[in-house]
């Protein structure tokens, strides 16, 4: 019990720094709406903040939430969503599936137009699925389109990008032809991998074209300015096909690390929408702007992963085991984050059509997790006299340094470990996961690309691009390889749940929690609606009258 009070006093330490000085007053604005509460503002510009510096506007090549915030406004892919989430057409207008779910075949819109005037056609999406699998783009999302024909082989430079199973019979007709049937397909083609390119640009200005004079997308939006760690300016695309339903003029994207900043900004309302909320402030939130606190149930997992490819962690699933076991994470959700998300054990989130798999120890004391821990800690040869040495690195934020800050705690007291923290921007910290030759255990979250398990099975395979960890397991391969081959729903969803056991047995990673979407938003927002995607498009808001 004492061991336990202690950690608890420490993770209350760490929810409570810097969290003091706010004054009580709740906040109240005047009317909003006018007098029908529906006036729209004469001015419609919104201010967003997007967390950290975007890495690319290229959507073969981005990858992180903040590019994809930008990138969603500024391309449209075959298949598009309603606020809710749910699937609804895009560029292209309508679909067919053949019986056996291997050939879609997709009619693109006659009104379909580039920003700068270009008729949308078959032929670019032909071209952007192409490149998008190509070795030489240097895509990181590459493998989630393995179930298009041929594509792994083309992913691994075996065949040329010609080979990949996509046709533009004409310009209004294209065909994706697929290995085996994959049910979340048209989800998928709403991931910035799948979008299309104008191949006139790209080929003309080469690695450049996604810069401000040159980028052209196919989205509401068009790309105005971008001014590296500051923002991102865009503004409304007239050749958009469905103009004339878009309200925003303008949107501003900001790129705050600093989520104490980025309240304090939108506090003084030169913020419509934040990207997060810090955790230390939430129940002065709650108390006094709970009618702007959007908190939503989002398709993502927050966990730690472990460089198997290296000491101390390679070919030591016990020693894992044993890091993960120590871990307290109710007090991670509950005092040190504050938002109480959905502890993780295992590590996929609901999803529809499948069974969330759960390690035996989820069902466990805390006190019992801690003896194991200390087990498997000795175990793996490690003591007070030879304690293990280990560094922490995650990307510079105080939500995340809070978490590695309470993980280092729980890892003395209940182990004697003796852990280090490092962090690092962004970009630079997304290097160094994929070199693998300096992280030991690095933070991570993992946001479904689209509503299946296998966005998140698919990670770990061991020839996946963002497999940071390193994990390499031949039987969690093969299964993943025979969920893939599987027509049946139910069998296929068996196939990844043996997977699953599989890995968390392996502990590769260290779940914490799933995610839920956390931020600010101002009551004149209209149109704003959580979803489990995230995926907020800036043509389904307006800014009311206020």
């Keep these: 019990m004492r061991l336990r009070s202690m950690i608890t006093a420490a993770a209350l330490a760490i929810a409570g720094c810097g969290g003091g000085g706010q004054e009580q007053s709740p906040v109240s604005y005047g009317p909003i709406g006018g ?6 503002a004469e001015v419609q510009v919104l201010h967003r903040g997007n967390g950290t510096e975007p890495q690319s506007l290229d959507p073969h ?16 892919g075959l298949v598009a969503e309603a606020p809710d989430g749910e699937l609804i057409p895009g560029a292209a207008e309508a679909w067919e599936i053949s019986e056996d779910g291997l050939t879609y ?3 693109m819109r006659p009104d ?8 949308v056609t078959a032929y670019d999406f032909e071209y952007g699925l192409r490149r998008s699998v190509d070795p030489e783009t240097l895509s990181r999302y590459s493998s989630v389109l393995a179930p298009i024909g041929n594509a792994r082989e083309v992913i691994a430079g075996e065949r040329p990008p010609e080979a990949l199973g996509v046709e ?69 695309n007239p050749h958009y096909w469905d103009d004339a339903n878009t309200t925003l003029d303008e949107v501003y994207f900001y790129a705050i690390d600093n989520q104490d900043a980025e309240l304090k900004r939108y506090r003084a309302d030169e913020l ?33 992963g472990f460089n198997t490819t290296r000491p101390p962690f390679a070919g030591k699933p016990g020693l894992r085991r044993a890091l993960s076991l120590a871990v307290n994470r109710d007090i991670i959700v509950n005092v040190v984050s504050g938002a109480g998300e959905p502890v993780a054990y295992g590590w996929v989130p609901p999803v529809r059509g499948y069974g969330q798999q759960e390690p ?24 007070a006299d030879n304690p293990l040495k280990v560094q922490i690195l995650y990307n510079t934020s105080d939500n995340h340094k809070r978490i590695a800050i309470a993980l280092r705690s729980m890892w003395k007291e209940v182990l004697g470990m003796e852990t280090t923290l490092a962090n690092q921007e962004w970009k630079v910290f997304l290097e160094t996961r994929k070199g693998k030759q300096e992280t030991e255990v690095y933070r991570a979250g993992w946001i479904g690309d689209y509503e299946d398990a ?92 206020h």
């Excluded at 090549?61 to 449209?76: C, I, K, Q, T, Y």
């Excluded at 402030?281 to 997992?301: C, D, H, S």
């Excluded at 004391?365 to 490690?382: M, P, V």
């Excluded at 968390?504 to 927002?525: C, E, G, N, S």
Aim: aromatic content about 10%; glycine content about 6%.
């Design 35 to 40: 007098e029908t509460g529906t006036e729209l």
């Design 61 to 76: 090549r981005a990858e992180g939430v903040p590019s994809s915030n930008v990138l969603r406004d500024l391309f449209e």
């Design 105 to 107: 075949t997709f009619t």
């Design 112 to 119: 379909g137009r580039w920003s700068n005037g270009d008729l």
């Design 168 to 236: 533009a019979v004409d310009e209004r007709t294209l065909v994706i032809r697929l290995e085996t049937p994959t049910p979340y397909l048209l989800g998928l083609l709403t991931h910035s991998s799948c979008y299309a390119v104008h191949r006139g640009v790209v080929e003309e200005h080469g690695s450049n074209w996604s810069r401000v004079e040159t980028h052209v997308g196919n989205g509401a939006y068009s790309l105005k300015d971008w001014v590296v760690q500051s923002h991102i300016h865009i503004e409304r």
């Design 272 to 304: 419509d929408i934040t990207s997060i909320v810090p955790q230390k402030q939430l129940k002065w939130i709650r108390a006094n702007m709970a009618e702007e606190f959007r908190v939503t149930p989002y398709l993502g997992t927050y966990y730690f």
């Design 360 to 383: 035996e120890e989820a069902g466990w004391t805390q006190e019992q997790r801690e003896a194991e821990a200390r087990r498997l800690y000795a175990e793996a040869g490690y003591s």
């Design 454 to 545: 296998y966005t998140f099975a698919q990670l770990l395979e061991s020839s996946n691009e963002q497999n940071d960890s390193g994990y390499d397991n031949p039987e969690y391969d093969a299964l993943l390889a025979a969920a893939s081959a599987e027509p049946d729903i139910a069998r296929r969803a068996e196939y990844l749940q043996q997977a699953e056991r599989l890995m968390l047995a392996d502990q590769p990673i260290l779940p914490l929690h799933f995610y839920v979407t956390k931020r600010m938003v101002k009551p004149w927002v209209s149109g704003y609606e959580g979803n489990i995607m995230d995926h907020i498009y800036a043509r389904h808001l307006s800014i009311l009258k």
